[in-house]
């Protein structure tokens, strides 16, 4: 993009631009940026590790990473004070890829093409499935920084003493069946654990349903502009059917609602021999099983498939020409491939570039932990996260939908049929 | 003013000056009440007669609409049902169980101090970090509820995870924060009965429980129904503990009023639709203050 139509596209700040946009001698550009604490691990010292070393190499510009708690509460601060507007508001964020309506529907987005002024092609280094959630109207709204998706986690041990190979995550549907069968208790008095599986459903089921639903052939859950939803298509209800029936016809999963927070404890007390959760908690688990473990792609029906998740970095309108350069500045810093390796091994979130898998530094991680390799290897199957516009409201309705049908107040078909209606009725208004 | 009035003819000179200071004795008080209180209310009544602003699409007057909605709202009869359940089982339970703890450390039992301390400690936890120990006893299989089931060979409830027992779940972690609170203020009530009214119940050859129940009870009236009133207040407005334990679920189950108004104002962002939730809040809230001024002011004559 052209100088001129940066100006023209960036309205407010045109007049900031004009004036010189290299920092003057001895001032220092502050950027302060909300970011959230979402899996295990000393997240927020990383951070500041960042944050110092990142001002070492760039002594004029100094960033901030102030803690907002969840996703959640990141969102709604970040947004409060955008709204509140004075100095302390942030320029950037680290949010939910999937929250970029939330954002773009209060118009506090600035588009990543308006910051790389025509220079936006290091975008395309990271892996495409990535991006999806990045990508509204024809422009990039946001960086993909620590992402994440789903697999299954196996308890080698149990599967010993179930006469399974333990070396071998069920491939499909039926054999993730058949071998939670053999390891619930009430099947199997033999066996070490008292449930087969654990798909936790907890707060957002919707995210590992996901998983259930793309493999049944649904690859999209909503439209990519986000005004339409696809919840009562045959492959949604027939992946719910499926789901719903693990606990209550196979009986091979706890009935009710599974929480998603302790999971990986029931995992580790062998309470269940499979659980799907987040590539996000492979530190976590590498950390407390106290018995040997696998980590599988999520096993395939029709196809194979994952939704991706996690957050992404979002610069906002709020900002100079001077400060939008140093926010640029800092997502290219803290997205290059050995810092995103660095990131990567010490969170468990997937580095995000193929660049990030080819360092050293990762290599040799991966030579001593292989297991780390099955997200990334499953990205090729993977699909964008349900995302729409009112997106929290939206994903209420389905969430709602997918509770129901498991606690058994109504059929699949039935909830899901609501669900889309509900959602039909708040996208109504964005469809012209 | 009642107790001025007979001296203002000797000091008409200064009258002017009285009410300057009477204001500027009460201003601060006043100030923190019209900032934080009756400005906040007044808006919010405001802010519910006009729709929520977009990015693309400003703010305009829409009138009662967003009631007509909450008419209509599925969602907004399930939370005011569960409300009331909630109030139902906590308000009754908790002063039940007050009161039934207030009597017990107000007699001499051995270790009353640590008892009084012990029944208190609820109160003075933070709800986040007592809803965090609950979220242990309810979690199935290993949690504490479940292994006492276990032990008595029966099998594990997952609590909260049904729609039959998340509500009461949830109600149970109520109870037990607020009944230490208000077995206070019946302890300060128990102390202040001159023990000669029972000493001479008893000379009189009444048996305890009629003791307890012509004597004690009636004595502890007002406290009682200050603490209802509490009672009713907390029902609506103490729900931090749904944060941790089930965030409303499943699928609305446990959800509440301010729980709701909380997730339309901040995961729906409809600013709008959550005044006017809050209006029907404060509305209730205000009824239950007002009980307290109408009822406790007349039969403060116990005392």
Known sequence: MHRRNFLKLSGASAVAAALPTVARAGKVIDLPIYYPVAVGGPIAKIMDGYAAAFHRANPGIRVHPIYTGSYQDTTVKALTALHGGGASAPKLAVALSVDIFTYYDQGVLVPIEDLTQGDHAWLNGFYPAFLANSRLKGKTWSVPFQRSTPVLYWNKTAFKSAGLDPDRAPANWDEMRDYARRLTRAHNPKSATEWGLQIPSSGFPYWLFQGLAIENGQTHLAAADGTRTYFDSPETIGALDYMVDLSRKARVMPAGIINWGTTPQDFFKSRCAMMWTTTGNLTNVRKHAPFPFGVGMLPKHKRRGAPTGGGNLYVFTNTTAEERAAALRFIRWVTAPEQTADWGMQTGYIATSPAAWETPALKRYLAGFPAAAVARDQLKYAEPELSTHENQRVTQVFNNALQAALTGQKGPAEALKKAQADADAILQRYRV | MAVIAPTLPRVRAFRLGDHVVAWALIAPALLFLVVFTLY??????????????????????????????????????????????????????????????????????????????????????????????????????????????????????????????????????????????????????????????????????????????????????????????????????????????????????????????????????????????????????????LAQFLFIGRRTHYR
């Not at chain 2, 009161?99 to 936890?125: E, H, N, Q, S, W």
């Not at chain 2, 779940?169 to 302890?187: E, H, N, P, R, S």
Request: charge should be neutral; proline fraction near 6%.
């Open chain 2, 40 to 289: 906040p209310a007044a808006a919010t009544l405001v802010q519910s007669l006009y729709s929520t602003p977009l990015a693309h699409r400003p703010s305009h007057f829409i009138g009662l609409a967003h009631f007509r909605q909450m008419i209509a709202d599925p969602t907004f009869r399930e939370v005011l049902a569960n409300n009331l359940l909630y109030a139902a089982g906590s308000i009754p339970l908790s002063v039940a169980l007050a009161l039934a703890m207030a009597l017990l450390v107000d007699a001499r039992i051995p270790g009353r101090g640590f008892a009084r301390m012990a029944y208190f400690t609820p109160t003075v936890l933070p709800l986040i970090a007592a809803a965090n120990i609950w979220l242990f006893f309810y979690t199935p299989g290993y949690g504490l509820l479940d292994q006492l089931l276990n032990r008595l060979g029966l099998p594990g409830v997952n609590w909260l995870g049904e729609p039959a027992t998340a509500l009461w779940a949830v109600t149970m972690v109520a109870i037990w924060k607020q009944a230490g609170f208000f077995m206070i203020f019946y302890l300060a009530a128990l102390q202040q009965i001159p023990p000669s009214l029972r000493e001479a119940a008893a000379v009189e050859g009444a048996s305890r429980w009629h003791s307890f129940r012509r004597v004690t009870l009636p004595l502890l009236g007002p406290t009682t129904l200050f603490v209802l009133v509490n009672a009713v207040i907390g029902a609506f407005s103490l729900v931090d503990s749904l944060f941790v334990l089930t965030q409303g679920g499943p699928d609305n189950a446990s959800n509440l009023l301010l729980y709701y108004i909380y997730q339309t104002a901040f995961q729906y962002w409809d600013g709008g639709y959550a005044a006017a939730l809050t209006v029907v809040l404060v509305a209730i809230l205000a009824l239950a203050a």
